[in-house]
């Protein structure tokens, strides 16, 4: 466990997820005050059944979508790293998704933004409630100097190894 | 006004492709909550007065895909599949787990209502109120897996083209069809995901008549919103750490049954319910966990039990089989009841079960049926188009399962399910076979017999159950704590069941409470609510349908083979005796007011405002006195 101090990631251990969805639960409650999926910073994708995994901000060592930003709606968080949205300031250009490696950010589904993972303040409820269910798919550590930006990928592209790594040759078939 | 409803329904008319929303009142909603009850009243408003006359595969038949108010609250989402059924010519609330509930929720929906039929294969799309019918004829024929890879595609493309500021698009929640949904076999399944399934009722065969492939919908907003949100949070928290106490259930789902039911119970089919006994260490549940479940925590929305796992087989002769688990009934009813007794095999057939859109249990049992006929001489190699449908041939049985999904040869015939083909195999061979069909009221019986006593049901749950064989609906004395007006609830509110095991009872009225802000008690469930859903679901089972109708005195029966004494095992010679059946039947009728012929009590039925359900019995009245 990381000290108080120290700005955070939250690890993902993508192949256990049992797309409960109970991070999109926590998450919608969290930031919206009601269980919202689609308005969820952290989003389950089931494109093949079985290889569900969640998707959701990687705080890239370079934030490319922050730099991407037009209007500078997105900074970075001094505390966490996390990448945080000035609502008034978001144009919803859509700018961010393009420059995200993963196309991660979404826009709200009802309001004229972007939606990113915040980290909740530095409690990521998402975590909270995997590790209540002994699921363990997300953990949270220090953030030290590694290439997170890795992590940031596509569903698509998830799909494709998580499906292959289950089902093996198959699982191509299904994607 | 009643909370936790989204406030609409979506009803779609394929013959007219005529889309339109409805809604019901407040009133409506109070006295029948939603999926298994609210099926009940809507069917029998619109189809009520000529209910008898009603094929359940003609286009006048309603398809319903109806969630509650409970969907997506209470951990572990459902949708609710009802409609006259095929197997029954009654109402069967038949639930299947995944998405699909919150996404219609979410995308303004409580429920959808199908009518009609149309001409060409269609699926419906359903992105928030942008409803869309679409040509489904690349798709029909296909099976699950190809149409799950197809549509999810697809719908996603549609979405990417139509919003394409959006974002990535998560996929849609789909229900489909299969080959046997749309040949209209009578045991074929509203499927989910590859392997979830709604399978008691037969409504995938009422899909396939409507040439509807899919339904695919995709929802945006919040669900709705309710009463006292900081309750129901702290609810959901009661039912997931109930759940987390529960480790081996949790690690194991019913997995553990094909081998536990078996050696422990004694109350698994065993080549066609000859038995309820076996001892092969070879099904135990350490041999599916280590040796094909490839995931061990799958769960549906919400749901912190995860009871499904996923198998594959990765080597030998049935490679690359993926099936759920597979599950206790599909371990048990294409396992040990067809003779067959490795993990292998089991999710080989399984999976193939899973492909063809067929009801694993439904299927099974009428499998068991022919190859108990085939070992009895009854049926014969040539009966069977040439397949020697010997015990444990797994082969065997995916020969024949491919010909009842696709309705060819032999496979025509029991496509029409165990009892039905029963009548015609007697009718052809001129003898009663009637005996080995283990099945109440066209419905099998799920994999949970009674002889030993040691099992959950009881002797008359299957005897008066409005849902026939279904064991997810079985039924007993006392009423609150082991009828199927508790059942009624968990299918109403649209969630789990297997969530709610070892929650207090309380805990789900005060979740309804929480959600619709509405006061719920338990009494008023129990003796006026649940009560008035049961009465017309026993009301339309009766009337039946043009091909069969049901006689309380023939047909509130168990099946004969339960008693046989059991042949082996700790409950050898056990039985069940007929005198204290047909004692708790009587006092069975009499709790749930039906008159000595098993029909709902007139008074009653204007007690609970159900006037012109009292109306339409008085011929059946009529007739039992005749006879």
Not at chain 2, 6 to 23: H, M, P, Q, R, Y
Request: positive net charge.
């Amino acid at each position: 466990m990381p000290t108080k101090k120290e700005p955070i990631w939250i690890a993902r251990e993508l192949s256990k997820c049992s797309g409960c969805r109970k991070c999109e639960i926590v998450c919608s409650l969290f930031h919206e005050n009601c269980i919202w999926p689609e308005a969820s910073r952290i989003r389950i994708f089931m494109l093949v059944p079985g290889a569900d995994f969640p998707h959701f901000c990687t705080q890239c060592e370079d934030y490319p979508c922050v730099h991407a930003c037009p209007t500078k709606a997105l900074s970075i968080s001094k505390k966490t790293g996390a990448v945080l949205v000035k609502t008034k300031a978001c144009i919803a250009c859509g700018k961010c998704i393009d420059a995200c490696p993963g196309r991660i950010p979404h826009m709200h589904p009802t309001e004229n933004r972007i939606i990113i993972c915040d980290l909740c303040k530095g409690k990521p409820q998402c975590v909270k409630v995997c590790q209540e269910g002994r699921w363990n798919v997300l953990t949270i550590v220090s953030r030290r100097n590694q290439a997170y930006r890795l992590y940031a990928r596509t569903p698509e592209e998830i799909t494709r190894d998580l499906a292959t790594k289950m089902y093996g040759e198959q699982g191509e078939e299904y994607v | 006004m009643i909370l936790g409803y989204a406030g609409k329904f979506l009803e779609v008319n394929l013959s007219t492709e005529n889309i339109k929303d409805i809604k019901f009142d407040d009133d409506v909603l109070k006295d029948y909550v939603g999926g298994r009850g609210l099926a009940a009243k809507i069917l029998w408003d619109r189809l009520g007065s000529k209910w008898e006359t009603v094929d359940p595969l003609g286009p006048e038949n309603i398809l319903l895909f109806l969630t509650g108010p409970l969907t997506g609250y209470f951990p572990g989402g459902r949708i609710c599949v009802s409609g006259k059924s095929p197997q029954s010519n009654g109402v069967v609330g038949s639930t299947v787990g995944g998405e699909f509930g919150v996404e219609l929720r979410c995308a303004g929906y409580d429920g959808i209502i199908v009518t009609g039929e149309s001409e060409k294969p269609v699926y419906l799309s359903i992105k928030d109120s942008d409803v869309e019918i679409r040509d489904a004829s690349h798709v029909w024929g296909k099976d699950a897996k190809q149409t799950v890879a197809t549509l999810t595609k697809e719908c996603r493309e549609h979405l990417k083209k139509r919003y394409p500021q959006y974002g990535e698009w998560k996929e849609p929640a789909l229900l489909y069809i299969g080959p046997a949904g749309e040949n209209k076999v009578r045991t074929a399944v509203v499927a989910a995901k590859w392997t979830h399934a709604a399978g008691y009722g037969g409504y995938g065969a009422v899909m396939g008549s409507k040439k509807l492939k899919a339904v695919a919908v995709k929802g945006t907003g919040p669900l709705p919103e309710v009463a006292d949100l900081k309750k129901v949070k702290r609810l959901i928290k009661v039912v997931n750490d109930n759940a987390y106490e529960s480790e081996m259930w949790r690690r194991w789902g019913t997995g553990a049954g094909g081998y536990e039911v078996g050696a422990k119970t004694s109350s698994e089919p065993v080549r066609n319910w000859q038995d309820e006994w076996h001892e092969e260490r070879s099904f135990g549940v350490d041999k599916f966990e280590n040796r094909v479940w490839i995931k061990q925590f799958w769960s549906d929305f919400g749901c912190p039990t995860c009871c499904l796992k996923i198998a594959m087989v990765k080597t030998g002769k049935f490679k690359g089989a993926i099936t759920d688990n597979p599950d206790y009934e599909m371990q048990a009813y294409l396992g040990p009841n067809l003779g067959v007794f490795t993990p292998e095999e089991n999710v080989f057939l399984t999976s193939l079960i899973d492909d063809l859109g067929l009801c694993g249990i439904q299927t099974g049992n009428v499998m068991g049926f022919a190859a108990e006929l085939f070992q009895r001489r009854i049926l014969t190699k040539k009966d069977l188009d040439g397949i020697e449908l010997k015990w444990g041939d797994a082969e065997a049985f995916a020969a024949l399962a491919k010909k009842i999904a696709l309705r060819e040869g032999v496979g025509d015939l029991l496509a029409e399910g165990t009892y039905r083909a029963a009548l015609n195999i007697g009718k052809m061979k001129k003898m009663d076979v009637l005996k080995y069909a283990v099945q109440s009221k066209g419905i099998s019986i799920g994999a949970h017999g009674i002889r030993s006593g040691k099992d959950y049901p009881e002797a008359i749950s299957y005897v008066c159950s409005v849902q026939g064989g279904d064991h997810t609906s079985t039924t007993g004395l006392p009423l609150e704590s082991s009828s199927e007006l508790g059942e009624i609830f968990n299918d109403s509110g649209v969630y789990c069941n297997f969530n709610s095991f070892g929650v207090p009872r309380k805990v789900k009225f005060d979740f309804y409470k929480a959600v619709t802000g509405t006061e719920l008690t338990r009494e008023e469930w129990y003796k006026t609510k649940a009560m008035r859903i049961l009465q017309l679901q026993r009301t339309m089972l009766l009337l039946g349908g043009p091909d069969l109708k049901w006689k309380p005195e023939i047909h509130d029966a168990n099946p004969p083979r339960f008693y046989e004494p059991l042949p082996s095992g700790p409950y050898k010679g056990k039985t069940v005796d007929k005198a204290r059946v047909e004692e708790e039947k009587r006092r069975y009728y009499e709790a749930v007011d039906w008159d000595e012929n098993g029909i709902p009590k007139s008074e009653t039925l204007v007690k609970l405002g159900l006037k012109d359900v009292d109306r339409a019995l008085e011929k059946l009245r009529r007739q039992r006195f005749k006879t």
